[in-house]
């Protein structure tokens, strides 16, 4: 089955700087998704981007599908975006329904 | 507000007493998902209802079972639990199943097995 692997594993942040999460996988997806998982579970939708660039406030993405990776940065981290960030696709061979998680990335915003 | 919610947030049963777990939706979706995650691992599908149909994925074990009364209720059972079950259990939605479909996800129940 597909591979989805992110970098770095684990990340810390002081409050205010900037970071930049990879996914990579390892054949063509239809849907490509990024998740914060909160500390609390809660899983959160951040962006839909099989591919090209999209924008909401502090966070932004972009993902090229041709070269098989996707990019989530990350703008003035504060506290609140602690939490495991997930990349999740749907490989365009598979069933539709089955979305294949990647390895997630674990960061932590200090003040 | 429209929303996965899932009931109870934390859950601790006994080895191989049987549980049910609850997740419902206001969003009025056709497909619901259940997830197993387990600690510092990414959630992995167990199975999903698309309306009535039941689609299991190939390696959920027999000790899960699930139920959809109606579009809005859907259930996990699980009929022996083992230590190794003992996870965070994820309800999600959408409207239908495509490619281009965003799955919307509840807070979790959080499973302890003693």
């Known amino acids: 089955g597909i591979q989805v692997e992110q970098s770095p594993p684990d990340l810390i942040l002081q409050e205010g700087a900037n970071s930049t999460l990879r996914c990579n996988f390892s054949?063509?997806?239809?849907?490509l998704q990024w998740f914060h998982q909160n500390p609390w579970g809660q899983l959160i939708n951040l962006f839909y981007?099989?591919?090209g660039t999209k924008q909401n406030g502090r966070l932004s993405a972009t993902t090229v599908a041709t070269e098989r990776y996707s990019l989530l940065y990350i703008s003035s981290s504060q506290t609140t975006d602690s939490g495991v960030y997930f990349c999740?696709?749907?490989?365009?061979?598979?069933?539709?329904?089955?979305?294949?998680f990647g390895t997630g990335t674990r960061l932590q915003v200090t003040l | 507000d429209a929303m996965v919610i899932q009931n109870p947030r934390y859950q601790v049963t006994q080895f191989g007493k049987p549980v049910t777990l609850s997740c419902s939706q206001t969003?009025?979706?056709?497909?619901m998902y259940w997830y197993q995650q387990k600690s510092s691992q990414a959630p992995k599908l167990l199975f999903h209802?698309?309306?009535?149909?039941?689609?299991n994925e190939a390696d959920t074990p027999d000790n899960f079972q699930s139920r959809r009364p109606n579009t809005s209720f859907c259930f996990l059972d699980i009929r022996s639990p083992g230590l190794g079950d003992a996870a965070m259990y994820l309800c999600?939605?959408?409207?239908?199943?495509?490619?281009?479909?965003?799955?919307?996800f509840g807070p979790g129940t959080r499973l302890l097995v003693l």
């Open positions: 999600a939605t959408s409207r239908v199943v495509a490619v281009g479909e965003t799955q919307y």
């Open positions: 054949d063509s997806v239809n849907n």
């Open positions: 981007i099989p591919s």
């Open positions: 999740a696709v749907l490989p365009e061979t598979g069933t539709a329904s089955k979305l294949t």
């Open positions: 969003l009025n979706h056709n497909v």
């Open positions: 209802y698309y309306d009535k149909d039941f689609n």
